[in-house]
């Protein structure tokens, strides 16, 4: 029946700060103030956990690798001639007392307690990383071997499917690579994170172009530099095609650039978690084991990117 | 999130993480878990069988000589036995080959030193992680193996060492190869190193070079090469000193 113009028009609820268009996503769940939405494909997510375990046990068992010879050299030789680029040791102070030193890039400093010596079992012992840092704990060579080679398959192995997924499912194309008005924002990004500033609503629903990058860089530079450096200690695999590992420098070089990359890899971490703790840590952390991230409507448009 | 909250997940992220480490060690302690992550390494020793059965290691000029070349693990064995052949600069010293061959040996350094030869500039990689270069002449094991005839059932090539581990002057050195590593071109039985006879600290009279795989697979101060189906009955049973000390058979990686 056709309404009489003269009577009141029903209410008509106010329009939100942001339109409705989210909600037209399929997988929207309206949610007071906002709505969830799937932000993290299942594959995703387990390739996501099984990496964490990967590359934290691989960084612990590679540093007790490390203790085995604690020191950094470039070129195929580690006896050229020339002093190791980084070294750990414990030395004699003229009281008597023992001191753990590091030497990088010539310069020394004193890092007793958690490089050169440190406590393991109660005992002060001479070891280049600390015992809580390293996979087993006490010096045991033949054991952190194990558990790194181990887990270097399952590292190569997940990512492979890890990238298998992401190109099969456009998730690469669709959510890492970066747009031309993500090139253009570049600058705007640099600014936004500098002053701690993030997109919020609808705009945090998509990776900023500073976090895609990100991505990119560890997912087929560091990662695969990595892996590769790795393959480079390995006597046999030099021999595939003898001297390739020269190209890196030689096997001593591929070593620093090995650690090299870990220690990236451990700067990134650094600076994702960092990110998920300030941009919401329960919504990030919920996307990345159930799926769902919320988005909150009533965001004023000025903080949206 | 506040402060309390916030020491409180710190806190409980802490804990966790010391018991997960705490339960890493344990692994490591039980019998069963190493036997599973060494399930990587037949793995790795196939691939590497595959994909480089007979590629050549990487040979240097001479200019890339390590200034010297360092002596790792045993620098003297010590033994009487040892020391009487040392004094006697070896002359009376007998490479031993037996095992499943059809013409067991007993080489004088004279007789190995008439084998055809080969030398070779090479890095020498160490578990531990270090490289040093040198250059080694011996005598190709191929030729010693050829001259020995190895039985149709033979499969490893053990290397018997004269230097004991053990404090008490027992458990010999030694270790194993396979008869494809046995019969490549730069596997060599070295009595020469850097151009001077092999000394004492790297091996003397005679060690292995097999140059794909690391440096406790270089057995120094060789006394017996013995052909076997299997080591499983030797010592640990897992190939080499090291290899019953947790260490890797395949030593390619």
């Known amino acids: 029946m056709p309404m009489d113009p003269t009577l009141p028009q029903p209410v008509v609820p106010a329009s939100p700060a942001v339109p409705d268009a989210p909600l037209q996503r399929e997988d929207a769940r309206p949610v007071p103030g906002g709505y969830t939405y799937r932000r993290h494909a299942l594959p995703v997510r387990v390739f996501h956990w099984i990496n964490v375990v990967a590359l934290t046990i691989l960084l612990m068992s590679g540093l007790n690798i490390f203790n085995a010879h604690p020191a950094m050299y470039w070129g195929s030789s580690s006896y050229s001639g020339r002093p190791p680029l980084l070294m750990m040791t414990a030395v004699e102070a003229p009281d008597g007392t023992a001191r753990g030193v590091t030497r990088i890039f010539g310069h020394q400093f004193d890092t007793t307690g958690v490089f050169g010596l440190s406590t393991v079992y109660g005992e002060l012992t001479a070891r280049g990383f600390p015992s809580w840092l390293t996979i087993p704990d006490g010096n045991w060579l033949a054991m952190a071997r194990s558990w790194h080679f181990f887990f270097a398959w399952i590292l190569v192995l997940n990512g492979l499917a890890y990238v298998g997924y992401a190109a099969w499912s456009r998730h690469i194309a669709r959510d890492l690579a970066p747009t031309r008005a993500d090139w253009r924002g570049i600058g705007a990004s640099i600014v936004d994170h500098l002053k701690f500033r993030h997109p919020k609503g609808e705009a945090a629903t998509r990776y900023n172009v500073l976090q895609k990058l990100a991505y990119l860089v560890v997912i087929f530079v560091l990662l695969p530099l990595m892996i590769l450096m790795g393959l480079g200690l390995s006597p046999w695999a030099n021999a595939v095609w003898p001297g390739w590992v020269d190209l890196f420098g030689g096997r001593q070089a591929a070593r620093t650039i090995h650690f090299v990359c870990a220690w990236l890899i451990v700067l990134f971490v650094c600076i994702h978690v960092f990110e998920v703790i300030i941009t919401g840590v329960w919504n990030n952390v919920r996307s990345m084991i159930t799926g769902r991230y919320r988005v909150d409507r009533d965001v004023p448009a000025e903080v949206q990117s | ?253």
């Open chain 2, 1 to 253: 999130m506040s402060t309390q909250r916030r020491r409180f997940f710190a806190r409980a992220l802490g804990t966790a993480g010391a018991l997960v480490l705490a339960g890493c060690d344990k692994l490591s302690r039980t019998d069963w878990f190493p036997k599973v992550l060494n399930v990587a390494e037949p793995v790795n020793n196939s691939i590497a069988k595959t994909v480089a059965r007979m590629a050549m290691a990487e040979e240097f000029p001479e200019s890339a000589l390590s200034p010297s070349f360092r002596s790792n693990g045993t620098s003297d064995p010590g033994t009487d036995a040892y020391v009487a052949l040392a004094q006697g600069q070896f002359a009376t010293y007998k490479l031993v080959v037996d095992g499943l061959v059809e013409n067991p040996l007993a080489l004088t350094l004279a007789d190995v030193r008439a084998l055809p030869s080969r030398e070779q500039i090479t890095r020498h990689d160490c578990v531990e992680g270090w490289s040093a270069i040198a250059r080694w002449k011996g005598a190709r094991l191929s030729a010693i193996l050829a001259a020995a005839k190895p039985k149709a059932n033979a499969r490893y090539v053990v290397f018997h060492c004269a230097d004991p581990m053990n404090e008490d002057g027992t458990g010999f050195y030694y270790e194993s190869i396979d008869f494809e590593d046995a019969y490549h071109e730069q596997t060599i039985l070295a009595y020469d190193l850097n151009r001077a006879p092999l000394p004492i600290a790297n091996g003397a009279p005679l060690r292995l070079r097999v140059e794909r795989q690391l440096g406790y697979k270089q057995a120094k101060y060789l006394l017996r090469l013995e052909l076997v189906e299997s080591f499983a009955h030797i010592e640990g049973g897992n190939g080499g000193y090291w290899e019953d000390n947790g260490y890797q058979w395949f030593a390619g990686i």
